[in-house]
């Protein structure tokens, strides 16, 4: 083997061994976990649907202190949502009540999927019913003449070349 490919086998070799040497425990603090977790449930009410937990704004920050500062004083998780509920309304929460003011966010959408599917089918319908082919009409005595003439007309023409 080339030696400045040895070389290079060995250096990458060397790097990841001592990447697994130096490398230490990763201590999560468990406050901080349960702030994101709650704050993950929660909308920035200035950003654009962005998580309480994702964004940088100001809003945000605060929101996650506020969250921090009502776990150190013992409150749960529902404690804390129903503050900021109380505080922005509904709209906070990401995932809306299933109840309340929340019920048109998840009866609407089904039931307008399902009017326009019915509305899709009857338009099918409607237009397969239009579209009815007719039969052709029969051809007179004098037509039927006309066509025997012109064919006797073409197949002379054809066998002159």
């Given at each position: 083997m ?24 990763v ?17 920035c ?12 704004s100001g ?9 921090k ?17 109380d505080r ?18 998840w009866?609407?959408?089904?039931l307008?999927?399902?009017?326009a ?14 579209v ?22 073409m197949?002379?023409?054809?066998e002159?070349?």
């Open positions: 080339n030696k400045k490919i040895k070389n290079i086998l060995i250096s990458i070799l060397l790097l990841s061994v001592s990447s697994l040497v130096f490398s230490g425990d201590n999560e603090d468990p406050l901080e976990r349960k702030v994101l977790d709650i704050a993950a449930k929660l909308r009410t200035v950003c654009q649907n962005q998580p309480v937990a994702e964004s940088n809003l945000a920050r605060d929101m996650r202190a506020v969250i500062e009502k776990l150190q004083e013992g409150k749960n998780e529902q404690e804390i949502v129903k503050f900021f509920v922005y309304g509904d709209y906070v929460l990401l995932s809306p009540p299933q109840s309340g003011n929340g019920i048109p966010l009866v609407f959408p089904p307008f999927l399902l009017l599917i019915i509305a899709v089918i009857l338009i099918m319908k409607s237009r397969s019913e239009k009815v082919a007719t039969p052709p009409s029969a051809l007179s005595v004098e037509d039927q003449e006309r066509i025997r003439l012109a064919r006797e007309a197949n002379k023409s054809g002159d070349e």
